[in-house]
């Protein structure tokens, strides 16, 4: 619902309850409070069924859900996105609308985690997959849309696109995670507790 929309039925409210002789009683009035409940709830609504969309960048960095869609206006040989979410989440990532050349040496990667200045995170004696596992990768794939999933609340997305008006759409999505092991922090100063009941395995928090 529009703000003019919503300003609108609340002149009309107002206009209703001066000619009954109510306006003084309008914020006890159970008519009225069943009027913004009524705003309130499509509100909620509304909200609940936005789909934010925005385009894509060639160095990202994604933290909300939505759908971001790239298009190169030029080649565009070294690009990437870091996507993260809140420490009990992972991340559910979709490429759809892909239009690149695979065989001209585009390419489209995802990976569980992140890499910065060369170092993984997590780590390769943190992670529970070996390192080529971590890697999704458009061009060897089989389908037209490709789907992956992190195992914490940190992912990435490499491609490398060298033909103008090529790209593709990038969904994202939260998921939540009962018990998470490796997690990267969006703050520097906080509190977080990790709880890993019955599992041996290594666990990271940066």
Not at 13 to 19: D, G, M, N, Y
Not at 130 to 146: A, F, K, L, M, V
Request: hydrophobic share 40%.
């Amino acid at each position: 619902m529009s703000a003019a929309l919503r300003a609108q039925l609340f002149l009309c409210l107002i206009s209703l309850s001066t000619r009954t002789g109510l306006t003084r009683y309008i914020e006890d009035n159970d008519a009225t409070d069943g009027l913004y409940s009524l705003l309130s709830l499509a509100q909620k609504r509304e909200s609940e069924d936005f789909i934010f969309r925005r385009p894509l960048r060639c160095l990202d960095m994604l933290a909300t859900e939505g759908y971001f869609t790239f298009v190169a206006s030029r080649p565009q040989l070294a690009c990437a996105a870091f996507i993260i979410a809140e420490p009990s989440e992972v991340i559910s990532v979709e490429l759809s609308d892909v239009s690149i050349d695979c065989n001209a040496g585009d390419f489209i990667k995802v990976f569980d985690g992140w890499v910065l200045k060369g170092e993984k995170f997590p780590s390769s004696f943190d992670h529970p997959l070996p390192p080529h596992e971590r890697y999704t990768d458009y061009c060897s794939s089989t389908g037209s849309i490709i789907a992956s999933r992190s195992s914490q609340n940190v992912a990435m997305i490499f491609f490398r696109i060298h033909s103008p008006e090529s790209g593709f759409t990038l969904a994202v999505k939260k998921l939540h995670n009962p018990l998470p092991c490796n997690i990267m922090s969006q703050s520097p100063e906080g509190s977080f507790t990790m709880v890993i009941p019955h599992q041996h395995r290594n666990c990271s928090f940066s």
